[in-house]
């Protein structure tokens, strides 16, 4: 099996591609990485197994995070890659796009899309730094 542009394509008998558009690419896995928002925010992010954790490093929720979130990623240029993944759980729907030859990170993020009063939905719209990246041996 092989990716370009972000499609997954496993070849035939007769040599010819078959693309499955609906699988679900996991490229990152086997990185980790530490990013700090403009903001002052800062994460700690790993994947492995198609599933993404994070942990905030600072800021007013330092210390928590998720794990085990089942993530999607596509190969979008030369070391960029677009990566989105939903919390059912808390109703977040997120999308990041990691920059390793620039070493940035660009998110869009819907907070609490259900809108509730005890979570009222927002939205969010950052770029940050990457200052540690960890790839895949």
């Known amino acids: 099996m092989s990716a370009g542009a972000g499609l997954a394509a496993e070849a ?3 040599g010819s591609a078959k693309y499955k558009f609906g ?6 896995d ?13 994460l700690h992010m ?7 954790k994070y942990e905030w490093l600072t800021g007013p929720r330092k ?11 596509r190969k979008i240029g030369n070391d960029l890659y677009i990566i989105n993944w939903h919390q059912t759980d ?7 796009v990691f920059d390793f030859e620039n070493m940035v990170v660009y998110s869009s993020i819907i907070i ?8 009222p939905r927002r939205t969010t719209f ?12």
């Open 30 to 42: 086997g990185y980790s990485l530490n990013y700090q928002y403009q903001s002052g925010k800062a």
């Open 23 to 28: 699988e679900p690419l996991h490229l990152l």
């Open 63 to 73: 210390g928590t995070g998720k794990q085990d979130i089942p993530y999607r990623c």
């Open 12 to 14: 035939d008998s007769s």
């Open 90 to 96: 808390i109703k977040d729907y997120l999308t990041l």
């Open 112 to 119: 609490g899309y259900e809108d509730k009063p005890e979570r």
């Open 126 to 137: 950052e770029a940050g730094i990457i200052e540690r990246l960890k790839r895949p041996e």
């Open 46 to 52: 790993e994947f492995d197994d198609g599933k993404g």
